[in-house]
């Protein structure tokens, strides 16, 4: 089966760091996040090829994909971001015009602690949803009493909008390529546009109406990496499930934290939940909860929730900070 993973956004929510990185690299947990997605559909031997469509910076997840791993990559460039269905639409010429293909659909800034065979082990084209307090963020699915979903909707104003509060997290097993491509075709070239962007859900809705029956698929680990909030949350969760151990002198170490390569620390209190990359210098600190990317260099700082950039220096701050790389605070 070929897996489409779209890379090509810009990212914009976790500015400054998108600037000059694309986001699918930035650092969670000691890997960028797209090695959690690659790695997990390597490891579970699903996919024939895996296509990433790239825009912004593409040509750098081009080089750390094919450095990193050996498999089947393809790589589709989208022009212009014009939405995640414009997106997968690009991904068309690798399919083959008349045959249904299974494909999955993986987007590239979500992480996933999910079953994906079991997944993509259905009858039916099936949707990774999530059960949300408050659907009003999301594009949410609603079902008929058999459990086939009949109506998608993105953000509700309000829950009595939609009554569903199930949220749709980013993966999608789809049983029929082509259906799915005449789909994004109509809905680009018609320019139905929801919220400026061509919508991936605008083309499941009319494949739903063509008859292609969709069901949900309950995906309970869903680590979002779209925000500086979503990205700590998710450092925090595979941080506590790798769990790996370091002893450190003249340093206190509160589990779990990464600590890369040629790391100096001296004097330090260093999490819980604190990811410090290769090559960092650290004295007098405590870090939890954040993430410090190669090579910076931070003193007599006390930093939580805290994003740092590359080569960035920090002095005698107690602070949340959210600083890109290259910069001195
Ligand atoms: P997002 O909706 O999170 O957009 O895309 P974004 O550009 O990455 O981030 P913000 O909203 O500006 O902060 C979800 C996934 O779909 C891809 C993104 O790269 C991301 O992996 N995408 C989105 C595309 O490939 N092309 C698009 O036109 C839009």
């Not at 994909?65 to 995640?84: D, R, S, Y």
Request: aromatic share 8%.
């Amino acid at each position: 089966m070929k897996v489409i993973i779209p890379v090509a956004g810009f990212g914009k929510r976790l500015r400054p760091h998108t600037l000059s990185n694309p986001k699918v690299l930035l650092n969670v947990a000691g890997d960028p996040m797209i090695f959690y997605i690659v790695d997990q559909l390597i490891k579970d031997r699903i996919a024939s090829s895996i296509i990433f469509i790239t825009g912004f910076l593409g040509n750098r997840i081009e080089d750390y994909i094919n450095e990193t791993f050996k498999f089947k990559f393809e790589f589709v460039v989208q022009e212009e971001a014009h939405g995640l269905g414009h997106a997968i639409y690009c991904a068309k010429k690798k399919f083959s015009p008349d045959k249904k293909e299974d494909v999955l659909i993986i987007l590239g800034d979500t992480l996933f602690d999910v079953d994906l065979k079991k997944m993509c082990d259905n009858k039916y084209s099936v949707i990774g949803v999530k059960k949300v307090d408050d659907p009003r963020r999301f594009g949410v699915v609603e079902k008929d009493n058999n459990g086939f979903i009949n109506k998608f909707i993105e953000k509700p104003a309000s829950p009595k909008v939609s009554p569903s509060n199930e949220a749709i997290v980013g993966l999608y097993y789809l049983k029929d390529s082509k259906l799915l491509f005449d789909s994004l075709e109509y809905i680009i070239e018609n320019n139905i546009k929801s919220k400026g962007e061509f919508q991936l859900t605008d083309a499941l809705e009319k494949m739903i109406n063509e008859n292609g029956k969709m069901k949900t698929f309950n995906v309970n680990g869903w680590l979002d990496c779209g925000k500086p909030e979503t990205i700590l949350e998710t450092n925090r969760y595979i941080l506590q499930k790798r769990n790996k151990k370091y002893k450190i002198k003249s340093c206190l170490i509160n589990d779990p934290v990464y600590i890369g390569k040629n790391v100096a620390l001296e004097n330090c209190i260093i999490g819980p939940h604190a990811t410090i990359n290769d090559n960092c210098v650290l004295k007098n600190c405590n870090i939890s909860n954040s993430i410090i990317s190669e090579d910076c260099v931070i003193e007599n700082s006390t930093l939580t929730e805290s994003l740092i950039g590359k080569s960035s220096k920090v002095k005698n701050k107690i602070d949340v900070l959210n600083l890109g790389e290259y910069s001195e605070i």
